[in-house]
């Protein structure tokens, strides 16, 4: 079975700062790994995904992310953030074989400081 | 269009009664999932349905019973409602042994008081 632990519940930031948003996974299997960003009172909407290849996967609105396999990480980053970044992320974790479950972390609630 | 959609947005029952959300997805997927997000935003899975098949039942009780009449639809039925059973509910969809994005609807607001 797989878990996901996001080490920060909540994260403020000013606006314009970088930041970084944090994500364990534990998996005995191979994993894919995912973000995704819930906007207040919305659904879920994927930001990005690491399935295989280049470690470093990039989003349309500037966010990126890195899998790291030695440390079992997939932390979320942006190097100048906006107020309309203000949300929930979740970070999420699928076995990479089947029609497995995602499975989400807690969630680390994004506020951007004006 | 909304690629995944769910109904009602918002509910608001007593405890004891019988209710449906229903979801309907426009995409072609052939996987459909309930999803349950508590008060602390955690989203845990429920159910995942295949082509009208149920794949995956995680530890839900009873009251709880999925019903998939195709595979663009997957409703949720609710017995005996309880205060516990206040949360968002998520549907979501994705194609078969894609390992790809699941797609979520808007989410209905289950209150029970």
Not at chain 2, 89 to 92: K, L, N, W
């Given at each position: 079975a797989q878990s996901v632990t996001q080490l920060d519940s909540q994260v403020p930031v000013f606006e314009e700062a970088p930041v970084e948003l944090r994500c364990n996974y534990s998996s005995s299997v191979s994993v894919y790994l995912f973000w995704y960003v819930q906007?207040?009172?919305q659904g879920l909407q994927l930001l990005l995904k690491y399935l295989s290849g280049s470690t470093l996967v990039e989003s349309i609105n500037g966010f990126e992310a890195e899998?790291?396999?030695s440390q079992t990480s997939f932390h979320l980053r942006k190097p100048s953030v906006h107020i309309s970044d203000t949300a929930e992320y979740f970070c999420a974790v699928r076995e990479n074989s089947g029609n497995t479950p995602l499975v989400f972390g807690k969630g680390t609630r994004l506020s951007v400081i004006a | 269009d909304t690629a995944v959609s769910q109904t009602p947005k918002y509910l608001v029952t007593q405890m004891g009664n019988d209710k449906s959300i229903k979801c309907e997805?426009?995409?072609g997927h052939d996987t459909?999932?309930?999803y349950k997000q508590d008060s602390k935003k955690f989203l845990k899975i429920m159910f995942s349905y295949n082509n009208k098949e149920l794949i995956i039942n995680e530890t839900v009780p009873n009251r709880f019973s999925p019903k998939s009449?195709?595979?663009a639809h997957l409703n949720l039925h609710i017995n005996s409602l309880e205060l516990g059973?206040?949360?968002v509910?998520?549907?979501?969809s994705s194609q078969v042994l894609a390992v790809y994005e699941q797609y979520f609807g808007p989410?209905?607001?289950l209150t029970v008081t």
């Open positions: 906007y207040p009172n899998f790291n396999k | 997805q426009n995409l459909m999932y309930w009449p195709d595979k059973d206040s949360a509910y998520f549907c979501a989410g209905t607001r």
